[in-house]
């Protein structure tokens, strides 16, 4: 039996029992299997990143392990700079919700240590994206993304409140921008001591992340 777009899309008809029914029309099957394949390249694109990196990973590699052609996929992204900043507003979808998650009346050092463990453990289960720093046209497409920086603005503003009532606390050290802390703090979740230590295999996962998250709040000052 064959389909044409008519079919596959509600008709008034059925809209409009829908709407007697008191909710709104379902998707179509077609936007359905549009969403979901979309998705899958999110999710295979975000992978790659991480193992990868942005400039070794190609659109070729997504298309091929989603099983679509690259033209296919350009009908979803119209660049690998478009997919990269799809990843990253995935990623930051993720951390909203953590963020949200976490307890209102812990103390501001334990917020941010449980943002570095987070991220850290997202690198280290290959699902946080390697985007460079220097590329002109992959921070075009990242600053034109409203949903990127919607996203990263409301994660930096609850991140840097933590950082500054950690300040306050005397926590960590008040003649630090807050600005610089946050940076440090961001980096973590690209951190290459996370992937040498793990290939070094002397230690799991959650003795990685309390290392470096040592490293990074206590310093390499001994006692």
Request: hydrophobic share 50%.
């Amino acid at each position: 039996m064959s389909y044409s777009p008519a079919m596959l899309s509600p008709t008034p008809a059925t809209a409009k029992i829908s709407a007697l029914k008191g909710g709104p029309a379902r998707p179509s099957f077609k936007a359905q299997m549009l969403q979901a394949r979309e998705a899958a390249i999110v999710q295979s694109a975000t992978r790659l990143l991480a193992e990868k990196g942005f400039d070794m990973m190609t659109v070729d590699e997504v298309a091929a392990e989603v099983g679509i052609a690259k033209a296919s996929l350009y009908k979803h992204f119209s660049s690998k700079e478009d997919l990269a900043a799809a990843a990253m507003v995935q990623v930051l979808g993720q951390a909203r919700s953590f963020l949200a998650s976490l307890p209102a009346d812990a103390p501001a050092l334990e917020q941010l240590k449980a943002v570095v463990r987070w991220m850290m453990a997202l690198q280290l289960a290959g699902q946080m994206p390697s985007l460079p720093s220097q590329n002109s046209i992959l921070r075009a497409a990242l600053m034109r993304n409203k949903a990127y920086l919607d996203g990263l603005m409301e994660a930096s503003e609850r991140i840097g409140g933590w950082i500054e009532q950690a300040q306050a606390q005397g926590a960590i050290n008040a003649r630090l921008p807050p600005i610089a802390v946050l940076y440090t703090l961001y980096a973590r979740a690209c951190d290459p001591v996370l992937d040498f230590l793990k290939m070094a295999g002397q230690h799991s996962d959650s003795q990685i992340i309390e290392l470096v998250l040592s490293t990074c709040f206590d310093g390499l000052k001994g006692p």
